[in-house]
């Protein structure tokens, strides 16, 4: 039996398996096509057909997006070598970077750190929902202790995910 408060209940991002078969597709189609252009090309071997499977998978390790996944008090991202995993509930640290691709860089209590894109948090509710209680708690705790002008951006992302909620249940039942 499961109850809803259960410690270690997760949830996932739930884009992540459309944008791994996308990867999995654009890698298998880039080692298709260099191999029959090779082969037709007459100067396909054994090693050529070998490089090319290689950089098809290379082109895999690239394309394959970090897999988010959160739950009660924790935050986990997974990339092709190596998890990283918070504490939410212990944050001390929550900043923001800019430029070409933004992300979130958390830090917590234990000495743990994780990088974040935040068009995840935009995209998957739930994540995002777990992420606000755990600041909540760190800020309740005081271990929070730098952050505070992220915690407004995020208080502001947050406003923008409920709004589209609320737009999407109001499409779907018609209201809108």
């Given at each position: 039996?499961?109850?809803?408060?259960?410690?270690?209940?997760?949830v996932?991002?739930?884009?992540?398996?459309?944008s791994?078969?996308?990867?999995?597709?654009?890698s298998?189609?880039?080692?298709?096509?260099?191999?029959?252009v090779?082969?037709?090309?007459g100067?396909?071997?054994?090693?050529r057909?070998?490089?090319?499977?290689?950089?098809?998978?290379?082109?895999?390790?690239?394309?394959?997006?970090a897999?988010?996944?959160a739950?009660?008090?924790?935050?986990?991202?997974?990339?092709?070598?190596?998890?990283?995993?918070?504490?939410?509930?212990?944050?001390t640290?929550?900043?923001?970077?800019?430029?070409?691709?933004?992300?979130?860089?958390?830090?917590?209590?234990y000495?743990?750190?994780?990088?974040?894109?935040?068009?995840?948090?935009?995209?998957?509710?739930?994540?995002?929902?777990?992420?606000?209680?755990?600041?909540?708690?760190?800020?309740?705790?005081?271990?929070?202790?730098?952050?505070?002008d992220?915690?407004?951006?995020?208080?502001?992302?947050?406003?923008?995910?409920?709004?589209?909620?609320?737009?999407?249940?109001?499409?779907?039942?018609?209201?809108?």
């Amino acid at each position: 039996m499961r109850r809803s408060d259960d410690r270690w209940a997760r949830v996932g991002d739930r884009h992540w398996r459309g944008s791994a078969r996308l990867a999995a597709s654009c890698s298998a189609l880039f080692g298709a096509m260099s191999l029959l252009v090779d082969w037709d090309a007459g100067s396909l071997s054994p090693l050529r057909a070998l490089l090319w499977l290689g950089m098809s998978a290379a082109l895999f390790t690239v394309l394959l997006p970090a897999r988010v996944t959160a739950g009660s008090g924790w935050l986990a991202v997974r990339g092709p070598w190596r998890r990283q995993v918070v504490r939410t509930d212990a944050l001390t640290t929550v900043r923001r970077y800019g430029g070409v691709s933004s992300h979130l860089v958390l830090h917590d209590s234990y000495g743990h750190r994780l990088e974040l894109d935040p068009r995840v948090l935009a995209t998957n509710p739930l994540i995002w929902h777990e992420l606000e209680t755990g600041v909540h708690r760190s800020v309740e705790r005081g271990t929070l202790l730098q952050g505070t002008d992220v915690l407004e951006a995020l208080n502001r992302l947050g406003h923008t995910i409920d709004d589209e909620i609320v737009r999407g249940v109001l499409r779907a039942s018609g209201l809108s």
